[in-house]
């Protein structure tokens, strides 16, 4: 799976998160982020960081150059989120990872997905599909990794990855506010 960029690799953020002896993982705190974009959220690069330190939940503080790692990821992911639709890229790590930790990183993602989605008030109700697409992914979130490295499993996982990318862009485009611009950046940090 291709990288969000060199500066999204997820092992510097799991550094990151291992220098901040964090309780949190890193494919949870990028779902986290996905998820209230995706509900329509908008946050300034101040109460994201803010939003990172409660689900990074470190004991040390955010270095500078770990602040600009996260309000990048944040920009990068709502750039892609509202750019041409299919650029959307998981923070997971990558594919010379045992199937065991992609798969719990793709759970982990999920269920900072579903944290983030639900602290966003909506108005109106979903569709079908989308409280569908939240059911799905509250499963994901419970899996249980214990997996043989096989191509059926590698090929498993693949397609519940894609079905997730895609489905959160289903959310995204569902949820947005029509009076939102939707390809604004927040302002940045002085």
Known sequence: M?????????????????????AGFPAELHGHLVGRLSAGSRLDHTA???????????????SEADKVLLIQLHDASLAQL???????TLLLPDDDSTIDRRTLALGQWCEGFLGGFGLVGRE???????????ADFAAIAQVQADLEESEANEAD?????????????????????ADKPQDQPPASLH
């Open 48 to 62: 994201w960081l803010d939003a990172a330190r409660e689900v990074i939940d470190g004991r040390g503080q955010l």
């Open 124 to 134: 109106g109700e979903l569709s079908e599909e989308a409280t569908s697409v939240l």
């Open 157 to 177: 996982f693949m397609e519940v990855m894609e079905y997730v990318r895609m489905a959160v862009l289903l959310l995204f485009s569902e949820c947005q506010p």
């Open 82 to 88: 509202a750019g041409s639709g299919f650029d959307l």
């Open 2 to 22: 291709a990288l969000m960029s060199a500066t999204f690799d997820y092992d510097r953020v799991d550094q990151m998160f291992t220098e901040q002896g964090a």
